[in-house]
């Protein structure tokens, strides 16, 4: 176990290469790939499974201690990422299904990844862990929500499978990983190492299959979606870390706030492509699923130069 431990740090470490390298596999290779899109929603429902393993009491504990953070959190995360999609898909010359792929990424709760990227950056872990767990839950009634709002103007949105679909790949293998958590904590620590390595092959394999699967698509009009994936993260980052600035919370506050509404759970945007509209209509999440997974290394390796530059300033003043 210790070797399974080892090796899926490893690649819990190297994730953005591996969705880099399997993404170019995929589009050079697409039918090796394509057999995967039935099990795109599967394949989340064991991350979120997996999600619910590691989550604790204290995660939640933290929603009652510091309401108005996780709230501004929430708030953010719901706000920004969605108005910069609409805008974004309202004013660049993109199709139906690409608009409402943009927007579908847009309108996902934050991803998990970005508890990591805050700790790395030496933000307020606490509060990110606590801002995803509470969107999470809300994202059967806030992401259709939204979806409708926002979409409806391209395509004809059912708000109640949507609403369905997020409760049976979200809200159910996150309460049965807290129930299996619960009943058998002594195999679940056992477990939490290999955690990352089951993550991370499900998350590859998602983006593998959705490139496959659209790969004359990517090969067409795929720099223009990179460019507005690029553009919609970068200042979902940049908003998120000035609107926590507005109300003002400390620094490490304003990071987590800062990756959490910038790092989006792509791979439900993905599956809710999938499901319900477009193979095309996955691709921004996809492409999503590769950049957040560079840009979010990099905004946490400058906030921690910052957090270390900050702390020699204080220390050379005292």
Request: with cysteine; proline share 5%; charged share 10%.
């Amino acid at each position: 176990m210790n070797t399974l431990g080892r090796i899926s740090n490893f690649v819990g470490n190297t994730f953005a290469i591996w969705v880099l390298l399997f993404g170019a596999l995929a589009f050079f290779a697409p039918g090796a790939f394509t057999w995967i899109a039935p099990y795109i929603v599967p394949l989340l429902g064991i991350v979120m499974f997996g999600m619910g393993l590691t989550l604790s009491a204290d995660d939640f504990k933290e929603v009652f201690k510091r309401p108005l953070d996780v709230l501004i959190g929430v708030v953010a995360q719901f706000l920004i990422m969605p108005l910069i999609a609409f805008l974004l898909a309202y004013f660049l010359p993109v199709s139906r299904e690409v608009a409402l792929g943009i927007i579908l990424v847009g309108c996902c709760p934050g991803g998990t990844a970005s508890n990591v990227m805050t700790y790395l950056a030496k933000g307020d872990t606490a509060l990110s862990v606590a801002v995803t767990s509470v969107s999470t839950i809300l994202a059967p009634i806030l992401t259709p929500s939204l979806i409708l709002l926002l979409a409806g103007k391209w395509l004809s949105v059912s708000a109640a499978a949507l609403f369905w679909s997020i409760v049976k790949v979200v809200l159910i293998p996150i309460l049965l990983g807290l129930i299996a958590q619960a009943l058998f904590q002594k195999q679940v620590k056992a477990c939490i190492p290999a955690l990352p390595l089951v993550s991370v092959i499900a998350i590859v394999a998602i983006v593998a299959a959705v490139v496959g699967q659209n790969q004359a698509a990517i090969a067409k009009s795929g720099l223009l979606i990179f460019l507005i994936v690029v553009v919609h993260n970068g200042l979902g980052l940049l908003l998120g870390y000035w609107f926590a600035k507005l109300f003002r919370l400390s620094p490490p506050k304003q990071k987590a706030i800062s990756i959490e509404v910038g790092m989006q759970n792509s791979g439900l945007g993905a599956a809710l492509a999938t499901a319900h509209f477009s193979p095309l209509a996955a691709v921004p999440s996809a492409i999503f699923s590769v950049w957040h997974n560079i840009s979010g290394p990099m905004v946490a390796t400058y906030f921690r130069k910052q957090a270390d530059r900050q702390a020699d300033e204080q220390t050379i003043s005292a």
